[in-house]
């Protein structure tokens, strides 16, 4: 399957070159929740940064489009949406850590009274290592150099990050003043965007419900009786959370998997290219890293006769990812591509 992966530095330049200007933002009147149009970013936390940026380069050909501190920011498809790779602390097991959203005339003040206003306490920045339900409704300001960035942990310990559409990890308030990316070169294949999160957490009923009213989410499909899938901005990307899980009601939340989407869907084509990868099949072995498998999401998940088909591999850590068509909804149909909305 040939990488349609075409990055274009004018372009990318055009696009920095106008997040540098000043916005205009006009008063509006105060609201008690938070509009979201993108999931944007994701945080994975790894034994060795180098490794897991040579993985994802080789495999997707995705460019350092910003390095800070002990945190290297990778590029997802044309648009500015980013995976950041920063190296696990003593006692921290490799895991997806954090995700973000990003917000239509964002701004911080703005977003920070909202937060307050429903009820999450404002404190300074916890340790980075320490699971969301340590500080379960609580919100925070992390300062880098002249950008603060903005965290909550939600009441089931999910660790979210709004920002700017034009974020990029680099430096000015917005975080947007990035130089051109360190282009690796074509991947196997290419990425189009985040498609959705699926969060492990011990209510799931309860974030569901939350994240609807909070950020306005609509449901835009079901994968099986009480599994919601809570769609954003286009229609195309969601998030899941399910849960509770027996004997793990206390845990902290678990973001399970990131799903990636891609043109080209075939199935085969991908599986093979994953082998030549370095990957191997699953097979009947425990998950572990560098895998691959075939999920078929059958009727009663939501899925098309004879299953959906997803494909899942893990990274040199073994964090569980998903790829999936550029058309998939979470819906039914062999694509995934049938939703409600």
């Known amino acids: 399957m040939p990488n349609r992966r075409h990055f274009l530095h004018k372009t990318l330049a055009g696009a920095l070159g106008a997040f540098l200007l000043p916005s205009c933002r006009s008063a509006e009147p105060a609201s008690s929740n938070i509009r979201v149009d993108k999931l944007n970013y994701f945080e994975i936390r790894v034994r060795d940064v180098d490794r897991s940026v040579g993985f994802y380069q080789r495999v997707f050909g995705l460019p350092v489009i910003s390095r800070n501190q002990d945190r290297v920011i990778l590029q997802i498809g044309e648009s500015l949406q980013t995976m950041a790779i920063r190296p696990a602390g003593r006692g921290e097991d490799p895991a997806i850590t954090e995700l973000g959203y990003s917000v239509p005339d964002y701004d911080l003040q703005t977003q920070l009274s909202i937060l307050r206003g429903r009820g999450f306490t404002e404190i300074s920045p916890p340790d980075i290592a320490l699971p969301g339900l340590d500080n379960a409704m609580t919100t925070w300001v ?25 974020w990029c990890g680099g430096s000015g308030p917005l975080g947007n003043q990035c130089t051109l990316p360190e282009n690796p070169g074509p991947g196997l294949m290419a990425l189009g965007e985040i498609n959705h999160f699926t969060s492990f957490v011990n209510d799931g009923a309860g974030a569901n419900q939350f994240y609807k009213e909070f950020f306005g989410l609509e449901i835009q499909a079901y994968q099986g009786p009480g599994a919601p899938v809570n769609g954003i901005g286009d229609g195309k990307q969601f998030v899941m959370y399910a849960g509770p899980f027996s004997g793990a009601e206390n845990a902290p939340a678990n973001i399970h998997h990131a799903s990636f989407n891609m043109d080209d869907f075939i199935v085969d084509d991908i599986l093979e290219l994953l082998g030549e990868a370095g990957l191997t099949a699953q097979n009947d072995r425990a998950l572990g890293p560098l895998m691959y498998y075939i999920s078929l999401r059958m009727p009663a998940r939501g899925g098309v006769e004879g299953g959906t088909p997803e494909v899942y591999f893990t990274d040199p850590d073994g964090i569980r990812m998903q790829l999936q068509d550029s058309s998939y909804c979470g819906g039914g149909g062999y694509l995934g591509e049938i939703c409600l909305i």
Request: hydrophobic share 30%.
């Open 142 to 166: 992390r300062k880098r150099g002249d950008t603060d960035e903005l965290y909550f942990s939600d009441a089931r310990g999910l660790i979210v990050r709004l920002s700017d559409a034009s």
